[in-house]
């Protein structure tokens, strides 16, 4: 059974700060994994998509990997800002269906002014 | 385009009533899912729709649960007779066909007394 897991819990860095959050999955058979954003009493959006052929993903300030075999993804951060503060979660697809998202419980981030 | 769109934000009712909430997905997207967030167990999908057609609801999590989408613009999702253990954050989200992006409501904040 696949499983999502995302340490740590929370994180608390100071502006301007290079970050990164990690995300690892029990079952390499994964189609894509993706990381959202989800903001105080706000739904989720997603940041970056990485297909299971892909090594990386980048919008702006966002990079996003993927290493399948080892069972792991990160999201780099870079020049933190206060207006990242948010829960970011990542969720993977499994190989054999085609909608269904297995999600970790989020890392809660406070970038601190 | 408005996004998806849910209502209510927000609903406090008491142990044993009727509860509706109502979902809008984006124009043009085909698939459907609810979902419901907890502290306790994170994001659960509940149940999702193709083409107006229930294709998964295998986390619908009794009887007291219902979903319907009558046609390509409007799902709700009904509790009868609710319970405080359904005290969640109920999420909407829709998606097109051939596209792995997701997108999220801004979420129905139940409360059961």
């Known amino acids: 059974k696949q499983e999502v897991t995302q340490i740590p819990a929370a994180l608390s860095v100071p502006e301007g700060e290079n970050l990164v959050l990690n995300c690892s999955f029990t079952d390499s058979a994964i189609y894509n994994l993706q990381w959202f954003r989800q903001d105080p009493g706000k739904g989720l959006t997603s940041l970056l998509l990485?297909?299971?052929s892909q090594r990386e993903q980048t919008s702006g300030r966002l990079n996003a990997s993927l290493d399948k075999s080892s069972g792991r993804s990160t999201l780099y951060i870079a020049a933190s800002q206060p207006g990242d503060s948010a829960t970011y979660l990542c969720a993977v697809r499994p190989e054999d269906s085609n909608y269904q998202l297995i999600w970790g419980a989020g890392t809660k981030l406070i970038i601190k002014p | 385009d408005a996004g998806v769109i849910q209502s209510p934000r927000h609903e406090v009712t008491e142990m044993g009533q009727e509860v509706t909430l109502r979902c809008k997905p984006i124009s043009g997207h085909n698939s459907l899912f609810w979902y419901r967030q907890t502290m306790m167990r994170g994001l659960e999908l509940l149940i999702y729709?193709?083409?107006?057609?229930?294709?998964?609801d295998s986390g619908m999590p009794e009887d007291r649960f219902s979903a319907k989408m009558p046609n390509a613009s409007f799902s709700t999702l009904k509790i009868q007779p609710s319970e405080p253990r359904d005290s969640a954050v109920y999420f909407c989200a829709s998606s097109a066909s051939g596209t792995p992006v997701v997108f999220f409501g801004e979420g129905s904040r139940l409360t059961v007394l």
């Open positions: 729709f193709n083409n107006n057609v229930p294709i998964d």
């Open positions: 990485i297909q299971s």
